[in-house]
């Protein structure tokens, strides 16, 4: 008699397959509570031995710019906008470090993937 299609071992398939969408449905949970958590956070940096500071959210918002006194030169403006990029570029490296630490904690350090 010829077996109809079908996972060999009968039940055992569908079992693992459930089985793997409640670890994807527990994982994908845990990425939304740990986004959520990330966009809560505020990232600084400083730039110019801290004359110029940058703070952004973990929605990569600049949500705070400070600068020093002694940095605003009206005949120097290019210093004081290289120091500004420079601090935000920092400032966006931190959220990008902290998401990426978060995603590898999550992952176990599959690299974002899924083994199969």
Known sequence: MAKRGGFPGGMGMPGNMNNLMKQAQKMQRQMEENQ????EKEFTAAAGGGAVEVTISGKREVTKVKLSEDVVDPDDIEM???LIVAAT???LRKVEQESSAVMSKLTGGLGGGFPF
Not at 36 to 39: D, F, G, H, I, V
């Open 89 to 91: 570029n920092e400032a």
């Open 36 to 39: 959520k958590e990330l966009e």
């Open 80 to 82: 004081l906008e290289d």
